[in-house]
């Protein structure tokens, strides 16, 4: 079992920045995954950016250029620095992890409110 923990969320105005970590806990495996989902109201929940153990990054296109992710390998940590933030970025924010003992089914953390304000 892998256990994470989210903070960082709030709200923030427009071209603000916000700064989400994630730390994970438990049967952690050498070679993992790990990255953020979001999800609006009545919008599909949507992949912002992932980081492979190896330093292997993807982005959604709407966040390229300026959210970045990072991470602590030692402390099994993830971060997202999120710039420019924009009303469309309002959404719920969750950190996932998966590597190949958890197949299909990500861990979870426990989701966290970014609120942007026009």
């Known amino acids: 079992q892998v256990q994470l923990v989210e903070s960082g969320g709030g709200l923030v105005q427009a071209g603000g920045s916000l700064r989400l970590s994630c730390a994970a806990s438990g049967s952690i495996f050498i070679i993992n995954t790990m990255g953020w989902y979001r999800q609006a109201p009545g919008k599909q929940r949507e992949l912002v950016a992932a980081?492979?153990?190896?330093?292997?990054?993807n982005y959604a296109d709407s966040v390229k250029g300026r959210f970045t992710i990072s991470r602590d390998s030692a402390k099994n940590t993830v971060y997202l620095q999120m710039n420019s933030l924009q009303a469309e970025d309002t959404a719920g924010y969750y950190c996932?992890?998966?590597?190949?003992?958890?197949?299909?089914?990500?861990?979870w953390g426990q989701g966290t409110q970014v609120t942007v304000s026009s």
């Open positions: 996932y992890y998966s590597d190949i003992y958890s197949g299909d089914n990500n861990y």
């Open positions: 980081i492979t153990s190896n330093g292997r990054i």
